[in-house]
């Protein structure tokens, strides 16, 4: 069913739809088509000529989607209800997020860091994750979380006898049964992936931290016995794949080494050794070995100015209400993506950022001469530096009124005076022996 049909005819539509549905959820029968999925790859990153580069993203019928939900939403009351999932978990969990992922983390990383300890972050990289699921394993979780039975029965009708093909630029490909995996895309999907990833770090002593399935392991590195922990967590972590059937891709999980006299141990996962980086890029944003973002802020003003370029050569239109929407949707998220973990503090990154903004301004038709504060007063903006301000005010708001209380506890403490003026409002300020925690 087209979702044009759904929308227009919505009244004629919404009481069989809600018959069916209920029968569905009765019975635990699952229509063919709502099982059926068009594989559209999506473009990564990498060699354009190369399959692996691409995500494979499930379109499936639409009504099947709206059921999808029905069953999302009660498998996500009971996961909450519950508090099933673990708090290492970030991806596709209320008040969760990729800022509130590697804010928790490297809050902790960064301590340690500051205190003179050496410090080792692994990056873990699984291969084609969702699409390994094995659905016997997944049922079977399912059970030991006590979902109800009628739920587990739908999930399990929902899984089996799966069929896809691919479609690209119009040409389609054969039908193929689907034996493993959630498809990528779908509405249930991710839920049913971060229950069957709930418990990979059960039994880990480092610092554990998910975002679905891109995952990172820190600890000291300061003693021996320090990385021999972190081997040992590397090597209960490659036994968990191995029990569920899953794998990690172990050229491209790698171990970055922080602190002045890392002494850059060698980690391996089974027989093979993880290679070192001097810089990752964690959940898009670009984290170096000294902590530095300077190198993430000139990555982000060069793919903004690219985009901007392809703007002012391809967009005949100069107008306000074109080039605003343009650089609203396509250049200012590039600028702002997770931007209170790395916010610029050198005067040199601020000013690098702001100049994106400036040319952006410029390019629109009539405010060419203009100076920026002007540009900015007519268009109705803030400068980047005032936008990342409130950003900063409003997430703190959020970690003291403890929507984020899990992983936000210690991040911020309230001074406590016997004066009523103000009283609790105050932020105590930490001492840090250099400057990377003051500027963290």
């Not at 909450?80 to 490297?106: M, P, R, W, Y």
């Not at 050496?118 to 979780?141: G, N, P, Q």
């Not at 554990?208 to 320090?226: P, W």
């Not at 650089?327 to 994106?356: M, N, T």
Request: charged share 30%; net charge positive; aromatic share 8%.
């Amino acid at each position: 069913m087209h979702p044009r049909i759904l929308k227009e005819l919505t009244e004629e539509v919404s009481e069989p739809l809600a018959i069916i549905f209920g029968k569905s959820w009765e019975t635990g029968e699952i229509p063919e088509d709502w099982k059926r999925a068009n594989i559209v790859p999506i473009y990564k990153k990498g060699n354009k000529n190369n399959p692996g580069n691409y995500r494979p993203v499930s379109l499936t019928s639409v009504p099947g989607k709206i059921m999808d939900q029905v069953i999302k939403e009660i498998i996500s009351k009971h996961l909450e209800d519950g508090k099933v999932i673990g708090n290492s978990q970030h991806g596709f969990i209320k008040n969760k997020s990729c800022q509130t992922n590697l804010t928790a983390f490297f809050d902790r990383i960064t301590s340690l860091v500051d205190k003179g300890e050496e410090v080792d972050v692994v990056y873990l990289d699984f291969s084609k994750a969702f699409d390994m699921v094995s659905h016997d394993i997944l049922i079977d979780k399912l059970g030991k979380y006590n979902l109800d039975g009628a739920t587990i029965r739908w999930v399990h009708n929902w899984l089996d006898n799966r069929t896809q093909r691919v479609v690209i630029n119009g040409s389609q490909s054969c039908w193929k049964g689907v034996t493993s995996g959630v498809p990528q895309g779908s509405v249930l999907g991710p839920a049913l992936f971060n229950i069957f990833i709930n418990d990979l770090d059960i039994g880990i002593e480092s610092t554990l931290i998910k975002f679905a399935d891109d995952t990172k392991l820190g600890g000291i590195a300061t003693a021996l016995e320090d990385r021999v922990k972190i081997q040992n967590d590397l090597d209960k972590l490659e036994k968990w794949s191995e029990v569920n059937r899953m794998k990690f891709n172990k050229d491209k999980c790698k171990v970055l080494h922080l602190g002045r006299n890392n002494q850059f141990h060698t980690y391996r996962m089974g027989r093979d050794c993880l290679g070192r980086s001097m810089a990752e890029r964690d959940l898009g944003v670009i984290v170096d070995h000294k902590l530095n973002m300077s190198q993430r802020c000139d990555a982000v003003a060069k793919n903004a100015n690219v985009i901007l370029g392809c703007i002012n050569r391809c967009v005949v239109s100069k107008t306000r209400e074109v080039i605003f929407l343009l650089y609203s949707v396509l250049v200012r998220p590039q600028l702002e993506h997770c931007v209170q973990f790395w916010a610029p503090h050198f005067k040199k990154d601020v000013e690098k950022l702001e100049r994106v903004q400036r040319r952006a301004t410029r390019m629109i038709k009539g405010l060419e001469n203009m100076t920026y504060e002007g540009r900015l007063k007519e268009l109705g903006l803030f400068s980047l530096e005032k936008r990342r301000l409130r950003r900063d005010m409003i997430a703190v708001f959020r970690y003291l009124k403890g929507y984020h209380k899990e992983v936000g506890e210690n991040l911020f403490i309230l001074v406590s005076k016997d004066r009523t003026r103000s009283n609790g409002l105050k932020l105590q300020q930490g001492r840090f022996g250099w400057t990377l925690g003051k500027s963290f």
